[in-house]
């Protein structure tokens, strides 16, 4: 993939939580990290010795396959290995339990997954993915990366924005071009490229999906880009925006999330706003009705305000009140199989029935959920027992 070297400084805004892995949903490959291809419908955490009795700080979720952060910055992948996107030398296609990924510098602080990619941010802000690097950026401080299903979106420490990846559908954000004769060139960027459109506004999140992009400037705005169909996103007619557009109807932001065809944020006073498709009841707004424009989720979120979301490919998963709380695909309805291997168990509610509305995890002990994250069909947290 790439390296992105930047310059050394410390990460103040890392987060420094620690706590238990439990992951739970599709076990194809092995992605759950329990040592073996089971599903899994409800919690299960993996036990310490897992990671060399280490606490964990972040967990990420991806297509196929998972990575694992420990308190003392070493990674661990475990899942499907058939693009490398474990990064370890293990010459297997897949991997059931946690192996530590070799050849990383000490003190990662953050991690990311994709479809079928991976990245790792030191606490020098430098960007690592195995194998290859890219040296077209040194100098640059990389804040936060978010990785999609072919695209990659980072956020430096000026606020500028660089995406690279496949580009289809305009999820790049850098607008279309047509080459001689009015052909289309390439929308694919090999190298990190700064999206110009959101030049001028200094970006403090983002998020990569499908087949869009969603970021957020430090004035609480949000600006999306890529696919607007209208089977999927609901709007009147088909359409890409390929450059970023501001999102009109919400508060003041904090955080996005994206997931197939829906996307989700957090405002600044905690509450969580949707919009996009609705298959599955993925949006948790009580029906499987297509927004057109932001609504807010309510429910369990009217008492405690949401911290952090995370989205699948149709389901959902959100922190509120120290509780995780799911919805949206469960796998029994339009469930996606391939070559015999089917999900299902995604939202932790020991069914794969869909849920329409936010439902919170039962965890059988106490616990306090720390961070979230969805694959394709699958779920992670970071929590600890209290």
């Known amino acids: ?204 999140n983002a998020a990569a999906g499908m087949l869009h992009s969603v970021c957020i400037s430090e004035n609480g705005s949000v600006h999306i880009f890529g696919e607007r169909a209208n089977k999927k996103l609901g709007y009147s007619e088909a359409s890409n925006n390929s450059l970023p557009s501001m999102v009109d109807g919400l508060p003041y932001s904090e955080k996005a999330a994206c997931g197939g065809y829906h996307t989700c944020v957090i405002t600044d006073g905690g509450e969580l706003y949707v919009w996009g498709t609705n298959e599955n009841g993925c949006l948790g707004i009580g029906s499987t009705d297509v927004a057109h424009s932001p609504l807010r989720v309510e429910g369990p979120f009217l008492r405690h305000s949401v911290s952090e979301v995370s989205c699948g490919w149709k389901h959902t998963a959100a922190i509120s009140g120290g509780n995780v709380y799911t919805w949206g695909w469960g796998g029994s309805h339009g469930t996606f199989s391939v070559d015999g291997h089917s999900s299902g168990g995604q939202l932790g509610q020991a069914s794969d029935v869909d849920y329409v509305k936010p439902t919170k995890i039962n965890f059988h002990r106490h616990v306090k959920a720390l961070q979230v994250s969805c694959g394709f069909n699958h779920t992670g947290a970071i929590i600890e027992y209290s």
């Not at 990389?142 to 000026?158: N, R, W, Y």
């Not at 607008?175 to 929308?187: A, N, W």
């Open 1 to 204: 993939m790439m390296i992105l070297r930047g310059v050394v400084r410390k990460r103040s805004f890392v987060r420094c939580i620690s706590g238990f892995a439990a992951v739970w949903g599709n076990g194809d490959y092995g992605r759950l990290g329990h040592g073996n291809v089971e599903s899994r419908w409800s919690p299960n955490p993996l036990p310490s010795s897992a990671f060399d009795n280490q606490s964990l700080r972040q967990i990420a979720c991806g297509g196929a396959h998972t990575l694992f952060l420990t308190e003392n910055g070493r990674v661990y992948a475990s899942g499907l290995n058939d693009y490398g996107q474990l990064g370890v030398s293990d010459d297997r296609d897949y991997i059931t339990e946690p192996l530590g990924v070799a050849g990383l510098p000490k003190e990662i602080v953050e991690v990311s997954a994709g479809y079928h990619h991976s990245s790792a941010i030191t606490e020098a802000a430098t960007v690592l993915s195995i194998p290859n690097k890219v040296e077209c950026l040194n100098g640059v401080t990389i804040k936060t990366i978010s990785l999609g299903f072919e695209h990659s979106i980072a956020v430096t420490d000026k606020g500028e924005t660089l995406s690279w990846g496949g580009g289809q559908s305009g999820r790049l954000g850098h607008g279309h071009q047509s080459g001689i004769f009015g052909l289309l060139k390439s929308d694919s960027e090999y190298t990190p490229r700064l999206i110009k459109e959101l030049e001028g506004l200094k970006v403090k």
